[in-house]
T-cell receptor
Framework: RKEVEQDPGPFNVPEGATVAFNCTYS??????FFWYRQDCRKEPKLLMS???SGNEDGRFTAQLNRASQYISLLIRDSKLSDSATYLC?????????????FGTGTRLTVIP | GAVVSQHPSWVICKSGTSVKIECRSL??????MFWYRQFPKQSLMLMAT?????????EQGVEKDKFLINHASLTLSTLTVTSAHPEDSSFYIC????????????FGPGTRLTVL
């Protein structure tokens, strides 16, 4: 079983729409959770960390459910510039090393 | 935020040659750097953890004699793909952790390797 699983999409949504991505992780000992954004042929960039209480950054809201080992990202009022692949990332510390496990990513295209 | 650079950004080489990729942390010291590989439409896979002044730790299935890692200073790690073959063609990305920013890893822009 993969460490992190995501729906690969693609999600094609009109400008202004609200879109939600989901992610599950397999290791209950995972400690930190993130959403990264990756544009085509570019490196991943941190979008936001995900906290147990849920957190919001502008149009982006992240939620974590430790009991269900489930993470979500909600994007409101989608912009064309939001088109990218969104990676769910989980940090599982093992033997002193911090290991990031990446989901395959969910591709989002925002249509004019 | 912290900046990580990689060089070269892309490389095309013949099968059997060796390719060296550099990863530098530009404005912070990184005792630990990470090397990832990403094939098309797949997730990033950790290849190895590079530790300054000591041997790298390789993930299962990654050949340490094929992917040589040297972390000679606090700001530089190199990955050498020895005797590259077409199946090694991939997007190689390094990242470095800034200990002053808890748990955040900063990624280099990646190196696209094409082996003919």
């Amino acid at each position: 079983r993969k460490e992190v699983e995501q729906d690969p999409g693609p999600f094609n949504v009109p400008e202004g729409a609200t879109v939600a991505f989901n992610c599950t992780y397999s290791n209950s000992a995972s400690q930190s959770f993130f959403w990264y954004r990756q544009d085509c042929r570019k490196e991943p960039k941190l979008l936001m960390s995900v906290y147990s209480s849920g957190n919001e950054d502008g149009r982006f809201t992240a939620q974590l459910n430790r009991a269900s080992q489930y993470i979500s990202l909600l994007i409101r009022d989608s912009k064309l510039s939001d088109s990218a692949t969104y990676l769910c990332v989980v940090n599982t510390q093992q033997t002193g090393a911090n290991n990031l496990f990446f989901g395959t990513g969910t591709r989002l295209t925002v249509i004019p | 935020g912290a900046v990580v650079s990689q060089h070269p950004s892309w490389v095309i080489c013949k099968s059997g040659t060796s390719v060296k990729i550099e990863c530098r942390s530009l404005d912070f010291q990184a005792t630990t750097m990470f090397w990832y590989r990403q094939f098309p439409k797949q997730s990033l896979m950790l290849m190895a953890t590079s530790n300054e002044g000591s041997k790298a730790t390789y993930e299962q299935g990654v050949e340490k004699d094929k992917f040589l890692i040297n972390h000679a200073s606090l700001t530089l790690s190199t990955l050498t793909v020895t005797s590259a073959h077409p199946e090694d063609s991939s997007f190689y990305i390094c990242s470095a952790r800034d200990w002053s920013l808890y748990n955040e890893q900063f990624f280099g822009p990646g190196t696209r390797l094409t082996v003919l």
